[in-house]
T-cell receptor, first 114, second 109 residues
Framework: NAGVTQTPKFQVLKTGQSMTLQCAQDMNHNSMYWYRQDPGMGLRLIYYSASEGTTDKGEVPNGYNVSRLNKREFSLRLESAAPSQTSVYFC?????????????FGPGTRLTVL | GESVGLHLPTLSVQEGDNSIINCAYSNSASDYFIWYKQESGKGPQFIIDIRSNMDKRQGQRVTVLLNKTVKHLSLQIAATQPGDSAVYFCAPSASKIIFGSGTRLSIRP
């Protein structure tokens, strides 16, 4: 099993450009998450999807949109990138059964907005 | 969602010594608490969990202590090794997890 995969691994954008970060998991997990991590900081939740067909805002949703395409895939879209969105983006998934939420993280996407 | 905070942003220990990383939480409704380790350039990985009805759980070189009275967790790493250098996060098990900033553990040779 590949676990959680993210594409691309690196991306450089100019201010105002748009892009979609892709995430897929092959563990048949119910819930999926998008986090950002700025240098020296912890993880901040952007959006999450507790189950297929549902999405909810996290701590820092402004400037982002998400799509839970199916049970496997959860994408994050930046419609008009800003330098403040320069960060490392992590996708995670969890089975989320009986309130147990062990999250499995992808390798991250390093995004720079110029 | 739950919120967590960590007492110290950085911790430096001598190789071979024991490390203790602390974590406070605000809401005691979670059934589990989970510790994650994040090595440089990688995503966080599960280390160990503890159920809320336990006060101690041991793994290989790691021990988790849970004090529900003061809403406090600690992760103890025995005989700290260079490979333990990482950022450590604790997180309550909930559908929406708010991670704290983590504790960066560095090892002195």
């Amino acid at each position: 099993n590949a676990g959680v995969t993210q594409t691309p691994k690196f991306q450089v954008l100019k201010t105002g450009q748009s892009m979609t970060l892709q995430c897929a998991q092959d563990m048949n997990h119910n819930s999926m998450y998008w986090y950002r991590q700025d240098p020296g900081m912890g993880l901040r939740l952007i959006y999450y999807s507790a189950s297929e067909g549902t999405t909810d805002k996290g701590e820092v949703p402004n400037g982002y949109n998400v799509s839970r395409l199916n049970k496997r895939e959860f994408s994050l879209r930046l419609e008009s990138a800003a330098p403040s969105q320069t960060s490392v983006y992590f996708c995670a998934s969890a089975l989320l059964a009986d309130s147990y939420n062990e999250q499995f993280f992808g390798p991250g996407t390093r995004l720079t907005v110029l | 969602g739950e919120s967590v905070g960590l007492h110290l942003p950085t911790l430096s220990v001598q190789e071979g010594d024991n490390s203790i990383i602390n974590c406070a939480y605000s809401n005691s409704a979670s059934d589990y608490f989970i510790w994650y380790k994040q090595e440089s350039g990688k995503g966080p990985q599960f280390i160990i969990d503890i159920r809320s009805n336990m006060d101690k759980r041991q793994g290989q070189r790691v021990t988790v202590l849970l004090n529900k009275t003061v809403k406090h967790l600690s992760l103890q790493i025995a005989a700290t090794q260079p490979g333990d250098s990482a950022v450590y996060f604790c997180a309550p098990s909930a559908s929406k997890i708010i991670f704290g900033s983590g504790t960066r553990l560095s090892i002195r040779p």
